[in-house]
C-alpha cells in the first residue's frame, strides 16, 4: 500500500509516460504522504534527542572530536536507538550521519531560518580546531563561516578555495576566491581568482582581475606575466597580445629564474605557432 501511494505522491508531477515507460522528467522529491510518514517518525523525539539530529541534518558528515565538542555525544544514543543516526567509519575516523536523506530533508524542511544560522555558527565554532586542518572539512567550516555571514581570514579562503579547485569544483573555488579578495586579500587572492576566470574561459574578467593587480618585484611581475599570456592566447585567441606582454615583462625583469621562466613561455608560444626553430 504505502510503496503505490508514495509513486502515485510522486507521479502527479515528475513521472511522464513515453513510449509505454514510466521515466523521471524532474528531479524527484518527497510527496506529501511521505513527508507525513517521516514527520509522524520524529513527533516522538525528545527536543534534547532533536537537538543532535538537526545539527546532523545541517553538519553531516560530523566527526567524533566535534559531536563531543557540541556536547550532544550522550543524546546520539537515543537517536541511534531509534534508526534515526548512524556512526561510520570515513577514511579512519568515525563521523555521525542521518540514517536516511529523507530525514534530512523533513528536519530541515520545518527548520526556521534563525534556527538553521544558530546551527551552522555552532558548527563553525566546533569545528575549528578539528576540521579546518582537512581537505573538505576546511571548505565546509569555510562556507558555515561564509552563510553566517561572519568574517574569515583571506588566507584561509584561498586555502579552500585551492582545495575546491583541487577537487574540481571550479564554481565553488570561484566564490570562496573572490570571497578572499574581498576580504583584503592581496596579491595571491587576486592571482589565484584571475586564474580561475581563465579556466573557466572567462578571459576578460580573468584580465580585469589582473589589471587590478600591482605586483611588487620580478617574482609578482612574472606571475602576473605569465597568466596575462595564458589568458590572451587561451582564453582569448589573441596571439600578437600574448607577445607583445611576454616582450614587455622581458624587457622590466632582471631576475635570472623570472627571466628563464619568461623565454620558457616565448618557447612554448613559438612551438604553439608552429616555429620549432625559434624555441
Known sequence: KHPRRLVVDSSRTFLEKVGGVWRLHAPLVPGDHLMGLIEAHLASVSPKTMRALELAAVGEPI????????????????AEQRGLLI???EGGRLVLRLAHPLYSEAILQRMPASRRLSIVHDLAEASAETVADRGHGLIRYVGWRLDNGESVAPG?????????????????SER??????????????????AGVHCRQGRGHDALADLNRIKPRGDRQLTEAAILRVYTQMWALGLPQEAENTLDRA?????????????????????LFAGYPERA
Do not use: C, H, P, Y
Open 156 to 172: 584561509l579562503l584561498l586555502q579552500a578555495a585551492r582545495r575546491a579547485l583541487e577537487a574540481m569544483d571550479i564554481q565553488l
Open 250 to 270: 622581458i624587457e622590466i625583469v632582471t631576475d635570472a629564474n623570472s627571466v628563464a621562466w619568461l623565454t620558457a613561455m616565448r618557447a612554448k608560444l613559438d
Open 63 to 78: 566527526d567524533l572530536e566535534t559531536v563531543r565538542r557540541l556536547s550532544v555525544l550522550e543524546l546520539t544514543e537515543d
Open 87 to 89: 556512526w561510520q567509519d
Open 176 to 193: 570562496l576566491a573572490q570571497a578572499a579578495v574581498d576580504a583584503g586579500g592581496g596579491f595571491r587572492e587576486k592571482i589565484f581568482l
